[in-house]
């Protein structure tokens, strides 16, 4: 594959070398400028950025471009939300509205579950998950089935009870999981490919607590025979590692707690020794910037998430890959990355191992499936991470990776397409609301659409 080839099949292309200013802490005034994504390895193909800021106006958008693509937050490691014609971003929408009968929140599509949580839960409620960071938008995180952890917690994309979507002629669509059955389960995960969303209705839960305890050093050895248990372990259980010495260098278990039950975590889980101070994911790194551990219950959201909302955790250069391998052959899989591990150290961050919940989204990728999620934090060295990304896949095809959508991969697409029994029908869903392929950009020709 020449290098053309590469950054067409991936979506990726980094900037030249840029200096690592992974530090904890940074504040928000050192985002990029929009035409660049989170991380900065992506310039995005267009300046025309619509910015609508009512439905009426994002119709108009819609109805006057012949070719378009959603932004959301931008914090997409690939380009998956490219454009080389219009780019439509819709942080202008940020209507927040609870219906307490129906027990949901419908946002706006450019509301963040930062900016959400705290609302909801001002009113009791709660979700029953999110990400590592609390930045990203609903619509952008629910469109490439964005998820956080526990065996028993699908993705981010899983509460979605109802979208408000502007299809390709500005008409607009209102699909319910109530109404439109298995056609919902098909535009929930939606790529960007069947429209404009405008509003995301999901279901919420009552608020509950969560205390956060820390581990280090959990050798590998003791995954063989106690995968489950271990990260069965607390509502959300995240391990990290740099891939050395056999051993997760941190185990992050977030417990739900009701309130007042006094709980002392044990001195040892799996031979792993608590840890008796906060700590950063990259154990040298200052923690001020990680939501609070110690077993020191706090509301969900102030928990769930690794990186508190007011900083900018890792400042935005390092590349993401995560490869989704199913949950019975997580033990497998790892051992299998780890014959790589000194070509994947010294590039590396750090790896997180997570599981999600299989759930029936004809583009989730955990589609009939639970998962292990191995993910890798690389530092922003693309020359380097391009070299490693498909021994990695190599090592990992005998499990049927799926990439995750908004990171960075290598695997071909007949590869990825054979991983979604449901593609075709996806495609069908997508031509029926959007028969020009108005938002059909690059990425998705070629991952979905090319063979
Ligand atoms: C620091 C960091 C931490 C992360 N942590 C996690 C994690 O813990 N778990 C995980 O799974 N992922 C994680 N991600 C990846 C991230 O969740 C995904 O990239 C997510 O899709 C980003 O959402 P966004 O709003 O930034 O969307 P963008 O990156 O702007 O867009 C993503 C996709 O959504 C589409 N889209 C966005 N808004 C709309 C809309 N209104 N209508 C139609 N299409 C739309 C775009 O067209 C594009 O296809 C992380 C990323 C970063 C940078």
């Not at 009701?258 to 790194?285: C, D, M, S, V, W």
């Not at 508190?308 to 490869?323: V, W």
């Not at 150290?345 to 759930?359: G, K, N, S």
């Not at 583009?363 to 498909?390: C, G, N």
Request: contains cysteine; proline residues 6%.
């Amino acid at each position: 594959m020449d290098k053309r080839e590469f950054l067409k099949t991936s979506g990726a292309l980094v900037a030249g070398t840029v200096a690592s200013r992974f530090a904890s802490g940074q504040s928000h005034a050192q985002q990029p400028a929009p035409h660049e994504n989170w991380a900065g390895n992506i310039h995005y193909s267009t300046d025309h950025v619509h910015t609508p800021a009512s439905l009426d106006e994002v119709r108009d958008v819609v109805k006057k471009c012949s070719k378009l693509r959603a932004l959301g937050s931008r914090h997409s490691f690939n380009r998956i939300a490219d454009s080389n014609a219009n780019q439509v971003s819709l942080e202008h929408l940020t209507s927040i509205d609870i219906d307490d009968k129906a027990r949901t929140v419908t946002v706006g599509a450019g509301v963040r579950y930062g900016e959400l949580a705290p609302v909801i839960d001002a009113k009791g409620y709660a979700l029953p998950n999110l990400a590592s960071l609390p930045h990203i938008s609903v619509a952008g995180a629910i469109a490439t089935a964005t998820h956080g952890s526990g065996i028993h917690n699908g993705n981010l994309a899983t509460p979605v009870r109802a979208l408000e979507v502007v299809s390709a002629n500005g008409d607009v669509l209102n699909l319910s999981r109530d109404k439109d059955g298995d056609q919902f389960a098909g535009a929930v995960v939606h790529l960007g490919a069947v429209g404009a969303i405008t509003r995301v209705t999901l279901d919420l839960e009552p608020t509950f607590q969560v205390a956060q305890t820390v581990y280090q050093d959990l050798s590998f050895s003791e995954l063989e025979h106690n995968f489950d248990g271990i990260f069965g372990a607390g509502y959300s259980v995240s391990l990290f590692t740099d891939w050395q010495k056999h051993r997760a260098t941190q185990v992050w278990i977030k417990r739900r707690v009701t309130p007042g039950e006094q709980h002392t975590a044990p001195e040892l889980f799996y031979n792993a020794r608590r840890a008796t101070r906060k700590l950063h994911p990259i154990t040298e790194h200052p923690a001020e910037s990680c939501t609070e551990q110690m077993g020191i219950p706090g509301p969900w959201y102030q928990r769930l998430p690794h990186f508190k909302m007011e900083f900018t955790p890792s400042s935005g250069r390092e590349l993401q890959t995560e490869y989704f391998v199913p949950r019975e052959h997580g033990y497998e899989a790892i051992l299998a990355v780890e014959k790589l591990k000194d070509k994947i150290t010294p590039h590396l961050f750090v790896t997180e191992l997570r599981t999600i919940a299989a759930d029936n989204l004809w583009m989730s990728t955990a589609y009939q499936r639970d998962l292990l999620a191995i993910h890798f934090t690389w530092k922003p060295e693309w020359d380097a991470v391009k070299q490693i990304l498909p021994q990695i896949e190599t090592q990992l095809k005998p499990f049927n990776p799926r990439p995750h959508w908004a990171k960075l991969f290598t695997i071909p697409p007949a590869q990825l397409q054979a991983q979604y029994t449901r593609l075709a029908d996806f495609r069908s869903l997508a031509n029926q609301h959007d028969p020009t392929g108005k938002f059909r950009n690059d990425f998705i020709q070629t991952n979905l659409y090319s063979s």
